[in-house]
């Protein structure tokens, strides 16, 4: 491997973070997690308005800044109703996927701080008891909250300070396997992250520069298509790390990078994407191609929102995506190493 950074710091980045609720728009537990994280390596945290983390590395050349993103914020559920038995009704934050949600543990966070433990089921929830239970629809109509304290009504839920607008962190339940497979809820996209920072890690203690002014930042409203709205103005190049796909008709891999040629909507900048191609080659990491037809990332919110930047995409090849999501270490390094090749390369 051309830059040996530490695949055992990623893991221990990734696991941590994964387990940090962090659902659409909700920072609170996320920040200074990110911040304890980003000064063991030796750098500041700067905010936007809009809550975004960055991390500002200095370039050996200042003629252009770049931007490497890769989204804190995850799939979750908002409080939108209460019903007269104390369950609650739900909205979603980002395209779950209400098919792998059924039986899962969930916490409730309310505005005045507290938390609470619940179990996320379908309306119909017991084979013993409804025997249409296999064809009753997983959707947002039939899902429910039914929270772990002893409550009957909706007054019983309002007295633990529980209000419509609430967030719903879901369990990610992260395992990664001896032999080097991920599963997880919200590789999309923690593990981004992680390698974002094991590359800035192994910049710190080589004592490196990118080739130029690097901005990495860390939105959190990737998932509902506003994350990348917004990007400072001196940023000229944008590389959004983000899942790669598994499918049919599709070249990516879970032990490969993707690199995203188009997704639903716009088709990525021509001459970056192809000089990812020629790092990836050069370097001799495992990558493929591939064009998205159901996808978006941050850089698609950044250029349909007029930002004057060219921008490419890359990412860990994943299974499941927006529900139980599995990958390799394989392709996480392999995304590692190509951003590497991408910040300190020609």
Not at 298 to 313: F, H, M
Request: hydrophobic share 35%; aromatic share 8%.
């Amino acid at each position: 491997m051309k830059y040996p950074f530490d695949s055992e710091f990623t893991k221990e980045c990734f696991c941590e973070l994964v387990n940090i609720p962090s659902p659409v728009g909700y920072p609170l537990k996320m920040q200074p997690i990110f911040e304890v994280w980003a000064a063991k390596l030796g750098y500041a945290v700067s905010y936007d308005n809009k809550r975004t983390p960055y991390i500002a590395v200095e370039g050996q050349d200042h003629s252009k800044t770049v931007q490497v993103t890769a989204h804190l914020d995850t799939l979750g559920l908002m409080v939108r109703g209460i019903d007269s038995n104390g369950w609650l009704r739900v909205r979603q934050l980002g395209g779950v996927n209400y098919c792998t949600l059924d039986g899962e543990s969930v916490t409730v966070f309310t505005r005045d701080g507290r938390s609470y433990t619940g179990l996320l089921m379908c309306r119909e929830h017991s084979v013993h008891m409804f025997k249409e239970l296999s064809r009753a629809a997983r959707t947002e109509e039939n899902m429910v909250v039914m929270l772990d304290e002893p409550i009957a009504s909706a007054e019983d839920v309002r007295e633990l300070g529980i209000r419509n607008g609430d967030v719903i962190d879901i369990q990610s339940r992260c395992q990664i396997t001896q032999n080097g497979y991920i599963k997880s809820r919200y590789i999309d996209d923690k593990a981004c992250v992680a390698c974002a920072l094991t590359a800035l890690k192994y910049l710190s203690d080589n004592g490196l520069k990118p080739r130029f002014r690097t901005l990495f930042a860390f939105p959190y409203s990737e998932e509902i298509g506003t994350g990348g709205t917004y990007v400072p103005p001196e940023v000229s190049e944008m590389i959004a790390m983000d899942i790669g796909l598994i499918g049919p008709g599709l070249e990516g891999s879970d032990r490969k990078v993707s690199i995203c040629a188009k997704d639903a909507t716009v088709h990525y900048d021509y001459e970056l994407t192809s000089h990812l191609i020629r790092l990836a080659e050069r370097n001799g990491i495992d990558y493929a191609v591939d064009v998205y037809n159901s996808y978006g990332t941050d850089a698609k919110a950044a250029i349909t929102g007029g930002s004057n930047l060219r921008a490419a995409v890359f990412g860990m090849g994943t299974y499941g995506t927006h529900g139980m999501e599995r990958t390799h270490m394989d392709g996480v390094n392999a995304t590692t190493a190509l951003l590497l090749a991408y910040l300190l390369e020609d």
